[in-house]
Each structure stands twice: as C-alpha cells, then as structure tokens.
C-alpha cells in the first residue's frame, strides 16, 4: 500500500538547522509531487512548498523560501525538508503529503515530524 | 495570495443530525481547486474532498462539497461520532497553495 514514512521527532536550538525525511513506498515516486505542511501547536496548517521529484522543480512559500531548500533523492524514493536558522516560532510538526501533478490535492499524508525548537 | 476563510470558527450538533461548513476566499479558485481534509487530534490530515465536489476514495457519501467561484461548502449530512473533527479548506488552483484557518466540529 501507499504509505510515506517521516524521520523522527527532533529538538533544536534556535539557529541550527533541521532535516525531515519522508521516504515513500508504493507507488511510483518520481510521478508525484512532493508537498510539506507544517503545524504549529494548536495551529492550522501552513504550506510551505512543494518539491516536483521528476525534475527538482521546486515552489516555496515566501515566508520560509530564503531558508528551505526541498529536495528529492529518486534512488530512494525518499524527499527531504531543510529548514535554516530556526526560530522558536519553527516549533510545529511537519507532515509531507503526496501530490499527484502540483496541481491537485494532497492524496496521501506521512504521519508527521515533531520539531521543536528551545535553548 | 489566496486567504481562505471558515466559519463557523466552532459547530457544535448532536450526532445524526447535518452539519455545513463554509469556505469563502478573498479571489476566485480557478477551475474550483478546493480540498477538504478533516483532521483528529494527534493524527496528519486526510482528504475528504477534491476539485471541491468529487470525494476521496473510500470517503463516505454522507460527505459532500460544492460550490465554485470564491463560496464553497461541506456538508455532512448525517453526523457519526467519528466525524467530529476539525476540518480544513485548501485551495490548489494558485501558489502559494493556501489552507483556511479550520472548523471545529464538536458534540454538542
């Protein structure tokens, strides 16, 4: 079955960096769009940009494009979020969801990353 | 950017009866690129309606969207104890893909 498997929770200092891997199973990778999501606690839910696993395209949110970088490693059927110098406001979990042309709604969900972050 | 948004804030109905959830954005989602996802406490979201009317698969049909344009609805025709919930619009027509601040549907 479709199934997309998040690393686990993970505590930061502010100003450190954090990498979330979502690796997929089930289908056929490269033909879905990757998209990552965020929730702070008690928050809704906060696009952040999607990553196009065939070609490397990639779309950011403006609020975190000049610290994300999205990417995609095919041999593994994994993709990957980077997120730079974190602010206590990154606190959320992440959750990575499969898109099927970056033009649809997400289908399928990983579970979610906790990321926290405190001095 | 597209801002969506829900009301009501909080629903609060009793099992079996219907519920109608409202999604308004501030410009017209082309080609109605409207999703719902219902979310429960502690667990991702999962889609419940695409292309604001079509249901996910193995979505039941007592869950139903419609609308177009910039007003969009879901409704829930017969409440479950399992469908109380929070709910979420997106819209996926234009970036940056933007969600609506959601709707908690709680036993009244």
């Known amino acids: 079955q479709v199934q997309l498997v998040q690393s686990g929770g993970e505590v930061k200092k502010p100003g450190t960096s954090v990498r979330v891997s979502c690796k997929t199973s089930g289908y056929t990778f490269t033909s879905y769009v990757i998209t990552w999501v965020r929730q702070a606690p008690g928050q809704g839910l906060e696009w952040m940009g999607w990553?196009?696993?065939?070609?490397?395209?990639?779309d950011y949110a403006q609020n975190v494009q000049d610290r994300v970088t999205m990417s995609a490693d095919t041999s593994t059927s994994t993709a990957y979020m980077e997120l730079r110098s974190l602010t206590y406001d990154d606190t959320a979990v992440y959750y990575c969801?499969?898109?099927?042309?970056?033009?649809?709604?997400?289908?399928?969900w990983g579970q979610g990353t906790m990321v926290s972050v405190s001095s | 950017e597209i801002v969506l948004t829900q009301s009501p804030g909080t629903l609060s109905l009793s099992p079996g009866e219907r519920a109608t959830l409202s999604c308004r954005a501030s410009?017209?989602?082309?080609?109605?690129?409207i999703a719902w996802y219902q979310q429960k406490p502690g667990q991702a979201p999962g889609l419940l309606i695409y292309g604001a009317s079509y249901r996910a698969t193995d979505i039941p049909d007592r869950f139903s969207g419609s609308g177009s344009g910039t007003d969009f609805t879901l409704t829930i025709s017969r409440l479950q104890p399992e469908d109380f919930a929070v709910y979420y619009c997106?819209?996926?027509?234009?970036?940056?893909?933007?969600f609506g601040q959601g709707t908690k549907l709680e036993i009244k």
């Open positions: 997106q819209q996926y027509g234009s970036s940056p893909r933007t």
């Open positions: 969801g499969r898109d099927p042309s970056g033009y649809d709604a997400l289908d399928i």
């Open positions: 410009q017209s989602v082309s080609s109605s690129y």
């Open positions: 990553i196009n696993t065939y070609n490397g395209n990639t």
